[in-house]
């Protein structure tokens, strides 16, 4: 990023903290690993204003009108960038994060980064999102947790929005991603990629501005969520509400350990019972103990027992519960049609190039979503028409399979 751009994001900037999400195979979980846990959770595993900044970059923003008809008058987006933006502002490329990714999509852990990037065996020098071609943008999503306005911000009264925080669609977190587009001088994306959410995202950028984006990659994610899509996160909603804790999502002066962190986790397993496959995790575990020891009346447990709960742990460290609420309900509003007369008609008014991924495992938004999107997407199709990921790893292998992934994207790019 050019000194001068900098200095116009920069000059409202705040600290910044983040966590990303766990991208390796499931695995069998250490007593190393549990110890790492000891201690109460925080209320939330937000980021709050004083936290370290690392890479983060803050766009201030305002008068966001939302479908609901509320309006957010001042909000901000949390973002990283790698790379530079050409002079002719032409070789900018969006990377958007699944739910509950951040805008750390690429890197080394740090101090202030304590994990990976989501994506970061594809974008960086020479890989498939080459950052010496592509200057490349990810943000946290609106609504999110890290850095971005969302539920645990501040209102105008100097308090959490918390349970106030407005509705959110895909649709309104598409015009504030636009917003930061303005401020970073981008007319045009060279291409906008995203799995999962990220991939709802670029589907509604390629209908809501499409003279501003010339290439979108659309992976693992259906034209509109499901009646079973949407059935599974309302319990998920349901798990977090049902938490005495949760106090009607007005928790945040509670103290470590009072939180809503039951409800969450409880949330998160189900969720990660989504993302993988049934065979990854048979295989990977079978029947075994954790630690030897007997579940069969022994006081043991189940080693993917262990794994959901380690996982699901480790998650209420860094994410919030009010904002899980808001971005799972932001995916339920997630349909192409809406207000288009059809889903069908919506995908044949998109003149971007495409790249359209499915995975072999994935029974969140199985293959049949992405041959809807496939079938009857406009603009040309990279590839013929649905490309597959033939992995074990069900959802998540869109953030595992790199080494598939990485030249479908590059085909896109290069296109």
Not at 75 to 82: G, S
Not at 369 to 384: N, T
Request: aromatic share 8%; glycine share 10%.
């Amino acid at each position: 990023m050019s000194a001068e751009l900098a200095n116009l994001v920069g000059s409202n900037a705040m600290e910044f903290q983040t966590s990303a999400g766990d991208l390796v195979p499931s695995e069998f979980i250490s007593d190393e690993q549990s110890r790492q846990l000891i201690g109460r959770p925080p209320a939330s595993g937000a980021w709050r204003d004083g936290d370290p900044a690392g890479n983060r970059q803050f766009a201030s923003l305002s008068n966001l009108q939302l479908e609901s008809g509320q309006s957010l008058g001042q909000y901000r987006i949390a973002f990283e960038t790698w790379g530079e933006l050409n002079h002719e502002h032409t070789n900018a490329v969006l990377v958007v994060s699944g739910l509950t990714g951040d805008s750390h999509a690429t890197g080394e852990a740090t101090k202030e980064h304590p994990t990976d990037g989501w994506w970061k065996q594809i974008i960086g020098p020479g890989l498939a999102i080459d950052t010496d071609k592509y200057f490349v943008v990810a943000a946290n999503h609106l609504g999110g947790c890290q850095g971005s306005t969302g539920p645990s911000s501040l209102d105008t009264n100097g308090r959490e929005f918390g349970s106030s925080f407005p509705y959110l669609t895909i649709r309104d977190q598409v015009s504030a991603q636009r917003a930061l587009a303005q401020i970073l001088s981008i007319k045009n994306w060279h291409a906008i990629l995203g799995g999962s959410m990220g991939a709802m995202h670029a589907l509604e950028w390629a209908i809501m501005f499409p003279d501003e984006v010339k290439r979108i990659g659309v992976i693992a994610a259906p034209a509109a969520s499901t009646a079973d899509q949407i059935a599974l996160n309302s319990i998920q909603i349901q798990a977090i509400k049902s938490d005495p804790a949760f106090l009607a999502g007005n928790y945040y002066d509670a103290k470590a350990g009072f939180g809503p962190h039951q409800g969450l986790a409880l949330a998160r397993r189900m969720a990660i019972l989504n993302y993988r496959s049934p065979n990854e995790l048979n295989d990977r575990f079978e029947r075994a103990f954790q630690s030897n020891v007997s579940p069969l009346g022994g006081g043991g447990r189940w080693a993917v027992e262990s794994y959901l709960d380690f996982h699901s742990n480790k998650f209420t460290r860094r994410f919030d519960a009010n904002s899980y609420i808001t971005l799972v309900e932001a995916m339920n509003s997630h349909d192409v049609g809406r207000d288009r007369g059809s889903a069908a008609a919506a995908l044949a008014s998109i003149k971007a190039k495409s790249i359209v991924v499915g995975i072999s495992s994935d029974r969140l938004f199985p293959l049949e979503d992405q041959s809807f999107i496939a079938e009857h997407i406009g603009g040309e199709l990279i590839g013929g028409g649905l490309q597959l990921i033939d992995s074990e790893f069900g959802h998540d292998a869109f953030l595992i399979e790199d080494i598939k992934l990485a030249p479908m994207i590059q085909s896109l790019l290069n296109s």
